[in-house]
């Protein structure tokens, strides 16, 4: 079962910020942060991850609280194409690096 | 820098049949994961292959068996197909180097059993 427990669906205003929250609350010490998105029938694409400071790369914005147990992804400026459903994943485990996936929260950006 | 590739795109099968899909890793990766991933579902880890050995299963049947070449590229096998095996099936490339290292997905096979 996934360790991870989003909302289903969002919606977000193209041009602002969409926050896209995770909770975590049994995450460990060692395992990571990350995020995925699904465009339709499309592969996965990573976003970002983390273990515990937050994070920002050319995509998107890592947050995570201090104590782990949530986290969340923001999309400063959303766009039409940023369209997907948005996948949060602990790393459960070192020698195989295997994402158990849940079901996602399914994020409109609409005009 | 090539990505990760799979082919078929599509593929149309009846029950009892047998099926292989094919991936391409993505250049200087050496770990290969098969994911289903069913209608309306999130994916779903099948297993894993690291220097043409499994590494990691989860929980599918046996009839569901893998092969990573020299070369890192990989088969997914799967034998006595059911409706339920009608998904699409993902693969993704990784370097195996450690819990800090990200997974990139190929574009997927539809496979559709009749």
Request: charged share 15%; with cysteine.
């Amino acid at each position: 079962d996934a360790k991870t427990t989003q909302p289903p669906s969002m919606d977000c205003a193209e041009g602002r910020a969409a926050n896209l929250p995770c909770n975590h609350s049994t995450i460990s010490g060692n395992e990571y942060v990350y995020w995925y998105r699904q465009i339709h029938s499309q592969g996965p694409q990573y976003i970002i991850h983390g273990l515990k400071n937050n994070e920002t790369n050319e995509m998107a914005s890592l947050i995570i609280t201090e104590d782990r147990k949530s986290s969340t992804l923001i999309l400063p400026h959303a766009t039409l194409r940023d369209t997907a459903v948005y996948y949060c994943i602990v790393r459960v485990s070192y020698n195989t690096d295997k994402l158990i996936f849940g079901t996602g929260t399914r994020l409109q950006v609409f005009p | 820098e090539t990505g990760v590739t799979q082919s078929p795109t599509h593929l149309i099968k009846t029950r009892g049949q047998q099926v292989t899909l094919r991936c391409s890793s993505q250049s200087g990766h050496n770990t290969v994961s098969w994911y289903q991933q069913a209608l309306g579902q999130g994916p779903q880890f099948i297993f894993q292959y690291y220097r043409e050995e499994e590494n990691g299963r989860g929980n599918f049947p046996p009839r569901f068996s893998g092969l990573q070449f020299p070369n890192y590229s990989s088969e997914l096998n799967v034998n006595a197909l059911e409706l339920d095996d009608s998904a699409l099936y993902l693969c993704a490339s990784s370097r195996l180097t450690g819990a800090d290292n990200e997974q990139f997905f190929g574009p997927g096979t539809r496979l559709t059993v009749l």
